[in-house]
Structures are given as structure tokens and as C-alpha cells.
């Protein structure tokens, strides 16, 4: 996956399947930036990105026993 990243710190919703519910089972990294977890649904993860470069950069996220 990747983003666009166009400020110096960014809220990122991601859409998919299976992600969960619980804040604390899903870690998302922007390149090597930690992006921290505010909210998760089944279908849906948001997080907070701080500052780093603008640009396009690889997203991971990673649940819980479920993997990336």
C-alpha cells in the first residue's frame, strides 16, 4: 500500500477487511514512521502520522494474529 503524504503531520484512514476492533491489536507504519492508532473498526483503521517528509511512502499494518 501506498500513501501521498502533502503536510507535516497527517490523520490516514484505511479501508479494508478483518482489522479488527481493538486500538491496541493494530500497528501501522508509514515508511519507517510509527503512526499512531486513534480509532478501529472491522473495516476501517485510523491513525496519526507525525511530521516527515511529503511524498509518497509504503504503508504496513499489522494485526494482531492476523499479521500484515
Known amino acids: 500500500i501506498l500513501c ?3 503536510s507535516a503531520s497527517s490523520s490516514l484512514v484505511i479501508n479494508g477487511t478483518g482489522l479488527g476492533t481493538t ?3 493494530v500497528t501501522v ?3 519507517d514512521v510509527d503512526c499512531e492508532v486513534t480509532a478501529v473498526q472491522d ?3 485510523q ?4 511530521p516527515m517528509p511529503a ?3 509504503e504503508i504496513y ?5 492476523k499479521g500484515t
Open 4 to 6: 501521498q503524504i502533502s
Open 23 to 25: 486500538v491496541g491489536d
Open 29 to 31: 507504519m508509514v515508511g
Open 43 to 45: 473495516e476501517l483503521v
Open 47 to 50: 491513525c496519526d502520522i507525525g
Open 55 to 57: 511524498g509518497t511512502h
Open 61 to 65: 499494518v499489522d494485526v494482531s494474529g
